[in-house]
């Protein structure tokens, strides 16, 4: 926890999704506190479980799926409309009667122009190939956990999901003394477009999956600006400083060095610092 609590200080991050939390009964919420953060958990005995922590800043309501295991959402109400995160831990030994539950349940949630959905977590479909969209395996095959993970790609598909990783190792691994390296998470988005950048980052604690830090964007950049009125009253000047001592400025492309795409980049990073030192007015 300590690990955790010292991620969502120095990253200030508004959301924190854990699957596998291995969170029991056991243990109260404030045992699991994480200052500035409310918890919402779904536990399960003795292993799996999904949690999601969000900062206070945030107003959320929490959706019940309680047929549903290791399946946690939540629906944030946001000054550009309302975002629906979910949590998903997929066990590799999953019953097709779940799986189906699972299913119908992404099937289920809204997606507008001003109403998002992000779904992330550990899918667990280690035979589909997220470069082509496909599964590995014969097209007449009778295998059923193949024939299981094409039926969770079609739904993917068929419900205007876009997927962010693709060939990235997202677990590492060792089996009888062989390094094992498997992509095993997975973002999905109702808007490609919501995603700024991902980055992959060491586990967390004894977790042989690697952490994923993601950046969104949940505005137009020009009608935000226009549209967002700050308390510069009440900046702390001593956290823009902090920030702008902590923000890489230099540009991190490589292959389109255009003006624009440089203006844009760095546009996001005085947003970024803004957002979290100014607060707006009421």
Not at 69 to 80: E, K, P, Y
Request: proline residues 4%.
């Amino acid at each position: 926890m300590n690990e955790l609590k010292c991620l969502a200080f120095d990253r200030d991050l508004d959301f924190i999704c854990i699957t596998e939390s291995h969170f029991s009964g056991d243990y109260t919420d404030a045992e699991l506190d994480i200052p500035n953060y409310n918890i919402y958990r779904n536990d399960l005995n003795p292993s799996g479980g999904t949690c999601i922590y969000v900062h206070v800043r945030h107003t959320v309501q929490v959706l019940v799926n309680k047929s549903i295991r290791d399946f946690r959402s939540i629906t944030v109400f946001l000054d550009t409309g309302k975002l629906h995160l979910v949590c998903l831990y997929r066990s590799p030994s999953s019953t097709v009667e779940q799986d189906v539950l699972v299913r119908n349940e992404l099937a289920k949630l809204p997606s507008t122009n001003t109403d998002r959905i992000i779904l992330l977590g550990d899918f667990n479909l280690p035979d589909v190939c997220w470069v082509t969209g496909s599964v590995k395996g014969p097209d007449n095959t009778t295998d059923r956990k193949l024939i299981n993970q094409q039926e969770y790609l079609d739904c993917i598909v068929a419900n205007g999901f876009s997927w962010h990783i693709t060939n990235e190792i997202t677990r590492r691994r060792f089996v009888c003394g062989e390094l094992q390296e498997s992509t095993l998470d997975q973002i999905l988005t109702s808007d490609p477009d919501i995603i700024d950048d991902i980055i992959f980052g060491p586990p967390l604690g004894r977790s042989d999956h690697l952490t994923l830090e993601i950046r969104l964007k949940l505005y137009d950049d020009a009608s935000y600006l226009t549209s967002v009125k700050y308390n510069w009253s009440k900046c702390d000047i001593a956290k823009v400083v902090y920030l702008g001592q902590q923000t890489d400025w230099f540009y991190s492309g490589v292959f389109d060095n255009s003006v624009d795409t440089q203006s844009q980049e760095l546009l996001n990073k005085i947003l970024n610092i803004v957002d979290n030192s100014v607060p707006l007015l009421s």
